[in-house]
């Protein structure tokens, strides 16, 4: 039985708690909040977790094996080195980090004290997502032409993250785990409408080696909630929408055929539209299967599907991208990131 | 009794020749197109009017007081300066010209002559267009913060030109028509996926003095058809959605709402959501409007509403557009543009 | 060559002369209104047709072999019948007949002159509900457990007929067209909103032999347009939205599962989900279809899709719905109706 | 503090615990469920609540002073006799009881003994179906023309109730409680598809002595599911989509127009479409109102919303239109129905 505990009992924090309570082969040992009021509702709730205000007292326990972190951001790096230093494994919400050099420390201190290292991409074990891999690694779409998302609404403004830190990290995470090539160079523009807050819109284009093109918009004012993905290969697109109830994938059988044309320079281009087809999806919670997944790889010595090297290549991209912004679109190269891989 | 003469009758042409026989005040009097097919075609359909494979013929016929031009864009520049010499007024398909240049051209020739130069952004008549336009320079919204387009589906590859060409001249006309600024520069990107064949996908984002940010997406490779405008501002946000079969406008009383925090650096943002409102919007067809429109002005003396310098304003910012797609997002400047408004 | 002669140039007229001038094999010899403005508008846009005020000069001229009957339903029957005798084919426009008595009059007639007399039920021509007949008789769905369908909107107030005649001849005869079964039976309800004018608002139940339902909903006061029908097998359900622009036929890979239960005498009942499917649709116009095997129907001699006894069918159950709507939902046996087919 | 005794712990239970566990002014004493595996839920779940598996501890113990009783229709009537017998306040789930004699006789207990009897016709209390009543009976919308219900889904087929008793029930308690009139007749159709099973389609025709019809379609078999209202009146009209995550209600400012034509005796019908309009809607939990309205009319000693009456009359026109049902759309008058009122 897997001792766990967790530090940051705020907005995500109680799904986190009351997931672990749920996964076979763990237990919630032990919870940490500053606010007295969070570990209350934690005794509440939890009569037989110990709730403390003290990280450290988390991190020493000996019946605690892997510690959960759900703070903000900003105090994740420090955190999650203690943790491991402390020979515990970790989960950390997303974003891993504030910037590359925490995020590339924190892989470099799994990889010296063997710990496992999480990062908490929750998308990556949605049904949805999975079947979207899947069609995409599996070849049923051709060779990937595109990769479009929208993730708009009327959202909570960060003080301290902008809008890219805060949403675009989802699509970011998803195209990390979904698409076979890995970006090469970031374009990304935006504003910010808020005298002395960040960016609350933007626009992010990702740059590949082969003929890919992948863009993420994001926007904390908008009056619709869209959270739509289009995916477009040689052989067949996808629709990912998921606001939709059901169907949250949708296969079109459509595409473009080119032949060589009387003159041999020219490509004569046709159309191809067949039908269109939406695989039943389970109806599984995503952070279930990722807290089962989390405690088997800890298990097998394994490292997770978004382990720390996949929360730093994310963290590389959302550094790119947030420079760009500030200058107005000008393309960062990610050479970086792709030694991370 | 106004004479019109059409060069042009492949796609567009059709629908200009019988919207024209339909306006009151002026009639068709002649038809230009080089295939005989084309021309016969014309013949059945409309039995009084003249045709003639020779577009000077039309140019040079002292019953036309009015050329259309519905031709390839490569060919505009030419006809219409031919035309104006000629004494005629213009009307050309959207885009005006090739590039700012000729554009620029068209604009003084239209100047010298007394002529009435009209490109035909047809959006910019549509009642849902219009509407917008009301709600964003009547002070409904507040102060405009964003403009962001979607026009996506699986189109027609064109060969000479590129999907912003293409497409985006759509969105960037009413922006013109529909926003209070004009941009000051522009970076976009995009990717061409068929070799030998102009870009298929570009993003455009434009910034403008103000804290207004406006992004254009166009795609000719989309599984579905989107053709969706969201418009935020700090009162009222608009979604215009050109898809739907009525309510193409819905008005969404939401936003956010700033006051000083106890902390005086600090803004504290609050949320505002209230009903949302879709205004009738009457079926006139946009041609007609438009059409309409060109004989009055030209009765009246004065230019039309997307006149020769709409028109190149638009031509400016796909040629700003175009370069920096090819150049992976380098912002361009478009002081020109503003010496030309 | 086949000549036709089409009768009425009112709402739907227009679209029978511009069709029948389309279809390979027929001409349009002549067209009849009693309206001179009408007939103008006919000699303009189809200047070698022939006009008359006198529907006995289409009927009696030798050069028409088909005769086309678009007036409003009360003439149907003198016309048809006219026609037949006279050694005419007829296509007739929906419903057939006023009443039963006419329907079967008009059948018998054909019967003895040997002539094709085709009713216009338009939809049995149209992809989606091809697609629909292949579904349900091809034994996709299983067995067939109910169909129902919505047909509603702001519509036209008919003065002559009520919005069972109006509306419902479509979903009737679609269902004439699809299922497997006739009905033995129907109830329905329904209220008249405008005094002095005939039933605006009508609900519909037929009764089949097998554990089949059907029912219908029509309303000329609905605020928004639904085309939605529900198609329920036990193997797989459908649904047919014809307002949808694309996707008009969604097939669900769902339903129930039964099996015997510990108790012997109690089925146990479980669920099936599977994909959802949506065979892409060809966009040809259902009534170039419709015209073309009209015409090879009459060369070859055998009768059309949607014949005179279809119409027949459709009129008993038109006559006996209208019936029971008025008896405030008396269940009306439908025997008659079995001997007709 | 008023102290509440829960009778079944099965599917509703939970959410009738939590929420009167939220509730100012109550607290939960005691659970009752027969299986032990749910009394242990509810000692995990709520430490200090009593589980028993006799009902009757609960209704005589002292310490509670309302009983909700959440078990199978069948037991509705024995227990709430003997709860309000016994000097209790008492909240039934829905439908009140098995048939119009039950129903009538716990009304009449709850009138001879004082106490307040409560059914949970939660959708009363949902801000939707609110602002709905508003609508209607504030006369936004004129003379109220039709309601147009469907709510259908792939659900759970009930033994011993037919889908009329499962899900129109819904309907019928929405009806009840935003429409001025009450119904005089009923007629409804509907088959069962599993042998042994009940009922799982209906359609339910509610007659009114004014020009108002009710109409109310469920399945149980259906591969979507949709849970839509249309309401018309004479000024305007509503959709009512519950499947809508926002936007739930819209209002259409459309209808026809009458007026006196040449004809003295024929009404000349117009159209008129205006905006669309949908209201900002709260997002209450529905449950939480209702369990504040439940304890404040205990405490003033005035009936609920929904009280003993509301459900008889619902159970009047359930019991009505499953007989008719089961007689094929014979019309049932409800004369008793306007006795109880």
Redesign the interface.
Known sequence: MLGVGVIGYGYWGPNLVRNFSDVAGCEVVSVCDLRPERRALVARRH?SVITTADPDEIIRDPRVDAVVIATPVSSHFELAMRAMAAGKHVWVEKPLALDVMQASKLVEQADRTGRTLHVDHTFAYTTAVRKVRELVQGGALGQI??Y?S?R?N?GL?Q?DVDVIWDLAVHDLSIIDYVLPDKPV?V?A?????????PEN?A?I?L?FES?L?A?V?V?W?????LRRT?I?G?QR???YDD?E?S?KV?V?????T?RAGADM???Q?G?R????????LDVTEALHVEGNHFIECIGRGVPTLTDGRAGLRVVQILEAASR?MRE????IELEASRCAA
């Open positions: 009569p032409y595109y479009d929208v708009v009327l403004f003080h160079a374009s523009t935006g504003i910010a409408h808020v005298p002395g807050k819109i626009y284009t740059f003929s093109i863009h918009h926007n004012l908008a009056p619709v909630k289009l477009g040689d697109m996808v629709v606001v109830p169907e949708k079109y059988d459509k595409g473009i080119t320079h020219q490509l281009i159309y539209t067949g039908d269109m087809w939406a695989p039943q760009s107005r679109g000008r393309t």
